[in-house]
């Protein structure tokens, strides 16, 4: 080996070394000051989160793959964020660059840096290497992740990809004419939305589907191999069906269909859905009343809302 080769492994290992002792040191000191070193915040119920701005970014593409943890899409919100539940910090890749959201359990560069719009952010070293000390959660195992993105509506997202292992996935008031896909292997997917045209591409191993867009015009793909479909559409909108259950039933509208129910009528929106051993059940969506106050405390008048 080279003089100058044995010289640079020297000093590397020196500013290790150097590293290491300081960190331990600053770790002495916090904990004797009562200093947390470590920034994380809690909600309601204790549980450590983090939420990332995403005001400034021009996300219109969503791409999640991870092993266990709830995901939530809901869009509407007062602003665009991501809140992350029970995660630890940096055992994780996110990244908001190029107009797209990217979250996965998968560790590398990203881990420890996180690449926004033009720009990127470091956080130190104090959340990879275990020097632990005052501020640091200790999450349980059995803590559920969860993953909460919420949308402005200046927001517009046009592709969302969610892959799940374990956990729930669910989404609200997707935009128009979103792409929506979602594999889950042990969970249920929820969907509603009022924009009538998101396509959808939905896959369940072990749970339910669940699909509420009154005025679907879209086209959507599902199937369950475990578990039961629910879909709730208006009775007039014009939408070709494909249900099928071959050991289970099918109900369209409340009449039953056996095992399988096709319309005769071909239409530019189509839902194919398919429960491998469960039922399916197409019903209209949900109607309530809501009470208005008048200016008249007798009486009260009904608001029909369409859930």
């Known amino acids: 080996m080279k003089p100058t080769s044995i010289i640079f492994l020297i000093l590397a290992a020196v500013l290790i070394i ?9 770790q002495s000191s916090a904990k004797k000051e009562n200093i947390s070193i470590f920034c994380y915040d809690y909600n309601e119920n204790g549980e450590p989160i983090e939420k990332i701005d995403l005001t400034t970014e021009n996300i219109n593409k969503i791409t999640v793959s991870l092993s266990d943890c709830d995901v939530e899409i809901i869009a509407g919100a007062e602003k665009s964020e991501l809140e992350l539940v029970n995660f630890e910090k940096y055992k994780y890749s996110l990244s908001t660059s ?32 275990p020097f632990g000390g005052k501020g640091k959660p200790k999450i349980p195992e059995s803590a559920q992740r969860k993953a909460i993105i919420r949308l402005a509506d200046t ?31 042990n969970g249920n997917i929820r969907v509603s939305s009022d924009s009538s045209a998101v396509s959808y591409k939905l896959t369940v191993k072990n749970g339910n589907i669940d699909i509420s867009d009154p005025a679907f015009s879209g086209v959507a793909v599902m199937r369950t191999e475990k578990g039961d479909i629910f879909l709730s559409v208006n009775k007039e909108t014009e939408c070709e069906y494909k249900l099928e259950a071959p050991l289970g039933s099918v109900s369209y509208y ?14 530019d ?9 469960g039922d ?3 019903t ?14 007798t009486v009260t008048t009904g608001t029909v809302v369409t859930e």
Do not use: M, Q, W
Request: charged share 20%; proline share 3%.
């Open 18 to 26: 150097a590293g290491a002792v300081t960190c331990s040191v600053a």
């Open 98 to 129: 190029d107009s797209e959201l990217e979250l996965t359990d998968s560790i590398g560069i990203k881990s420890v840096i996180r690449f926004n719009s033009g720009s990127f952010s470091f956080e130190g070293l104090r959340y990879i290497f």
């Open 155 to 185: 927001t517009v997202v046009k592709s969302a990809s969610v892959e799940v292992e374990n956990g729930d996935v669910s989404a609200e008031g997707l935009a128009l004419k979103a792409d929506f896909k979602v594999d889950v292997g």
């Open 254 to 267: 409340g009449t039953s269909s056996g095992h399988a129910y096709t319309t005769g009528t071909t239409y």
């Open 269 to 277: 929106a189509k839902i194919t859905a398919n429960a491998d051993t």
């Open 280 to 282: 399916i059940k197409l």
């Open 284 to 297: 209209v969506p949900t109607v309530t009343t809501v009470p208005t106050v008048t200016t008249d405390p």
